[in-house]
């Protein structure tokens, strides 16, 4: 008898069953539909990572600039309470002791005028010009009589066809012939220590310079030259020049806006002048201060520009005992002015004050 042998079946081990191909309808279209599904559903979770991760890191670097920022003002603040009093600390912008020296031969004739002029602008917004002329205009006459000298407001001569920072060439070029130097003064400014005459500025000019007796004499701040403040002889020279500065009608901006372009002529000008022709014509004295000196404010400019340009700004910054204060670039002058003068007239505020309520203290008014 065989005896058959007992066969024994194995199963082979089954893969695990896809859940999508085993649910729902078995169709392939609802099975490639459910595997898209599933893909764009971890991509959007991918996604949702990266975006988590950006946001942490905007949100620091939002926190870095705010300090950084932060820090910057604090500098301001701190630059501005150490300006306000620098002249203290040994900063000098004019050699006074040997302004009446005999080094040379050059005698400056007090036949000088102040000439300022203003359209009494208000197109550009923050820097009305409005009513500004009525305040300057008593500080700037009784610092001339004080010194024999003559006050002119040239408002009459604005051209209309430019913006009219431009007719500061017009009104120089009129009365220069009358005077042996005329200094331009923007209506944006005031004598602040009127003990300090214009033949001490011209003569420690003269005494430094190379060439002899210069024609133009203006100051450089942090972006160049400055047409605000400047001295110019009465000579054929500058007559020239002034022909010259108008004529640069490829400069001249639309009105409203916050620069006009009569600047931007003027450093095209000496920029191209003959190396020979400048050194004999012009003087830029080292110390913005002499006679134009700006406000400091506490701003994220101002601090950018402190790192930048730390000489530069030790070099112009308002401090009193300085002759001149120049507010270009501040948005709502006749506030700031307003402000000055009435700290004037009432007299003596501590440097604490001046500092806390960002004022000034004019010296020697009278």
Not at 219 to 225: L, Q, R, Y
Not at 339 to 344: A, G, H, N, Q, V
Request: hydrophobic letters at 40%; charged letters at 20%.
């Amino acid at each position: 008898m065989h005896v058959i042998p007992e066969l024994s079946f194995q199963r082979r081990p089954q893969k695990p069953s896809d859940p999508i191909a085993c649910s729902g309808k078995h169709s392939w279209r609802n099975i490639s539909f459910m595997r898209l599904q599933q893909s764009f559903k971890k991509g959007a979770q991918r996604l949702h990572s990266k975006a988590d991760h950006l946001n942490q890191v905007l949100k620091y670097t939002i926190l870095f600039a705010l300090l950084t920022s932060a820090c910057l003002v604090g500098l301001g603040y701190i630059s501005e309470a150490v300006f306000i009093n620098v002249n203290a600390l040994g900063r000098q912008c004019l050699d006074i002791e040997h302004s009446h020296s005999q080094d040379t031969n050059y005698k400056i004739s007090a036949n000088i005028a102040l000439v300022t002029c203003t359209d009494e602008g208000m197109k550009i917004p923050g820097r009305s010009f409005e009513g500004l002329i009525n305040l300057v205009a008593p500080n700037k006459i009784k610092y001339a009589k004080r010194h024999g000298y003559t006050f002119i407001d040239a408002s009459d001569i604005i051209d209309r066809s430019r913006p009219p920072s431009w007719s500061k060439i017009l009104a120089v070029r009129k009365h220069l012939p009358k005077f042996d130097w005329i200094f331009w003064n923007d209506v944006d400014s005031l004598v602040a220590n009127a003990a300090i005459p214009l033949e001490d500025i011209i003569e420690s000019v003269v005494r430094n310079h190379p060439s002899g007796v210069p024609d133009l004499i203006i100051t450089n701040d942090v972006t160049g030259v400055n047409a605000g403040m400047f001295f110019l002889h009465n000579t054929e020279w500058s007559m020239h020049f002034l022909d010259q500065w108008w004529n640069q009608t490829a400069f001249v901006r639309p009105f409203g806006q916050k620069k006009s372009g009569d600047n931007d002529a003027l450093k095209y000008l000496l920029q191209s002048m003959p190396k020979e022709e400048f050194q004999r014509h012009v003087a830029v004295p080292q110390m913005q201060c002499a006679f134009n000196s700006y406000l400091w404010r506490p701003t994220l400019k101002s601090g950018l520009r402190f790192i930048k340009f730390p000489q530069v700004i030790w070099q112009g910054a308002y401090s009193k005992g300085d002759f001149m204060v120049h507010f270009a670039g501040l948005n709502n002058k006749k506030l700031w002015l307003q402000k000055l003068l009435t700290e004037f007239h009432e007299g003596g505020a501590t440097t604490k004050n001046i500092y806390r309520r960002g004022g000034l203290f004019l010296q020697n008014y009278l």
